[in-house]
């Protein structure tokens, strides 16, 4: 699981639901964010800074 080192033990900023793409977006301080949509039926998620 180290695709989500970035985010461990950062603070939740804000949630946007459902964001511009129709998923889930996390923000954390230091401005990184997890975006977690439906892939053909499947969670993907992505972590970007």
């Known amino acids: 699981m180290t695709k989500y ?5 950062k603070d939740l900023v804000s ?3 459902p964001d ?3 998923g889930l977006t ?3 301080t ?3 964010s997890v ?3 439906l892939v053909d039926g499947k969670l993907v998620s992505e972590v970007t800074d």
């Open 5 to 9: 080192d970035p985010i461990k033990m």
């Open 15 to 17: 949630v946007e639901d």
């Open 20 to 22: 511009s793409e129709g």
């Open 26 to 28: 996390l923000t954390f």
């Open 30 to 32: 230091d401005g990184k």
């Open 35 to 37: 975006k977690i949509r």
